[in-house]
């Protein structure tokens, strides 16, 4: 197989991987996690074999560094005996193993503009598709994946997610490529429409930070585009106002009461301080090595401050809990690459919704729980560094022309 049909392949093969893992998130079995995983592991080796083959064509990024230090810290805590519960950090550094992987696996894939352009069209038009299915099932479906497969749950199952918030981090990641996408092309209205879209099904999702976000990704994203890649400002400001039209038109047809009262309530915030007061105490005692990668749902219970007699599965917070369950050091390494990838974000545009992730993880756990969805993050975050190599030899920094 010539390099090109090779290429086009790796790309085609990433995005149906990462579309495979969002659709199957529902899935309770290990069965598809593990297919997702082991697919994943073996492209990435498969890409290094060949690149061990072809030196010249290996492509390096400071991100790799934070990356790799992750699965790195668990085996060390492993090691030293410092995990409080061995099964879930071996769980957890297969996890962020496959993190390391697809990030790696993506860089790679879209160092070639032909590339990158062929993947993340891919999965933008694959989540714009599955943003309207996941609208649509929501009101439709009684709470079944696909109107197909019971989950438990009646209400706010959006596709494959059966968590509102996870969902409203999903497109969190891919607005800003419409929005980015509408500023640049010669005929925006499909765009825009896919971006009002968007918005709507996260505030009919009632996700509090999702809909905060998505509505600052459409005041942001047109101005820093203005700013970055020299666009005239009353573009952007058409921009602005078009993402905000559509989005209220969209918005009116799911319905906003539900999102709105969620916004007034008198306290937002509770339960989830109370949680974030314990992982702070839990993190002063165990600073240097923390408890263990994905611990700690085991190691909170000494540290409640609040029980509702409900088994408590996450932090609601991601930084507390990477904290916790790997120290400061764990702590400082995601910090670098958030860091990295901001200042990338900053130079690419269609990328800050990776941060906006970011921030969404200062009040719940997108990138915990449902390791494809973090995998789908990370690939995006490879693709968008090749991006940041790319336009230091062009520029402007988008992922398709």
Same mark, same amino acid.
């Given at each position: 197989m010539n390099d090109r049909r090779f290429a086009r392949a790796g790309a085609l093969g990433l995005a149906g991987l990462?579309?495979?893992?969002?659709?199957?998130?529902?899935?309770?079995g290990r069965w598809a996690l593990g297919f997702y995983q082991a697919a994943a592991l073996v492209a990435a080796a498969v890409c290094g074999i060949r690149l061990a083959a072809r030196p010249a064509d290996f492509r390096w990024t400071t991100l790799l560094a934070p990356l790799s230090f992750i699965p790195l810290w668990g085996l060390i805590q492993l090691a030293d005996g410092k995990t409080v519960y061995r099964w879930e950090t071996w769980n957890s550094v297969l996890n962020w193993t496959v993190n390391f992987a697809l990030f790696w696996l993506a860089f790679q894939v879209c160092t070639r503009r032909h590339r990158r352009e062929g993947l993340v069209t891919l999965l933008f038009s694959f989540a714009a598709a599955l943003s309207v299915i996941s609208t649509v099932q929501m009101f439709t479906s009684g709470g079944k994946v696909f109107w197909l497969f019971p989950t438990g749950y009646t209400d706010f199952v959006l596709g494959p997610f059966v968590y509102k918030?996870?969902?409203?981090?999903?497109?969190?990641?891919?607005?800003?490529? @419409? %929005? !980015?996408?509408?500023?640049?092309?010669?005929?925006?209205?499909?765009?825009?429409?896919?971006?009002? +879209?968007?918005?709507?099904?996260?505030?009919?999702?009632?996700?509090r930070a999702g809909t905060v976000l998505v509505l600052a990704e459409v005041l942001v994203i047109p101005l820093l585009a203005a700013v970055r890649d020299g666009f005239d400002l009353r573009r952007a400001g058409f921009a602005i106002g078009s993402g905000i039209a559509l989005s209220a038109v969209f918005t009116a047809v799911v319905g906003w009461d539900v999102i709105w009262s969620r916004l007034n309530e008198?306290?937002?915030?509770t339960v989830r301080r109370e949680m974030l007061r314990s992982s702070i105490r839990?993190?002063?005692?165990?600073?240097?090595?923390?408890?263990?990668?994905?611990?700690?749902?085991?190691?909170?219970?000494?540290? @409640? %401050? !609040?029980?509702d007699g409900l088994f408590a599965n996450q932090a609601h917070n991601d930084w507390a809990?990477? +904290?916790?369950?790997?120290?400061l050091p764990l702590a400082v390494a995601l910090l670098i690459f958030a860091v990295l990838l901001g200042r990338l974000a900053w130079n690419c545009v269609w990328g800050f919704g990776l941060?906006?992730?970011?921030?969404?993880?200062?009040?719940?756990?997108?990138?915990?729980?449902?390791?494809?969805?973090?995998?789908?993050?990370?690939?995006?975050?490879?693709?968008?560094?090749?991006?940041?190599?790319?336009?230091?030899?062009?520029?402007?920094?988008?992922?398709?022309?």
């Open positions: 990462l579309a495979y893992g969002i659709l199957t998130l529902w899935v309770t918030n996870q969902y409203a981090a999903f497109i969190e990641t891919v607005l800003p490529l @419409a %929005l !980015y996408r509408g500023m640049t092309r010669k005929n925006p209205l499909a765009y825009w429409i896919i971006a009002g +879209a968007m918005v709507a099904s996260v505030m009919a999702s009632a996700s008198a306290d937002p915030y839990m993190v002063h005692d165990r600073p240097a090595i923390g408890f263990g990668l994905g611990t700690w749902s085991t190691a909170y219970p000494a540290y @409640a %401050l !609040y029980d809990q990477w +904290a916790v369950e790997g120290g941060i906006s992730v970011l921030l969404h993880s200062l009040v719940d756990y997108p990138l915990q729980q449902r390791p494809a969805l973090a995998g789908w993050f990370f690939a995006l975050a490879g693709a968008l560094a090749a991006a940041g190599v790319a336009k230091q030899m062009s520029s402007r920094c988008e992922p398709a022309s």
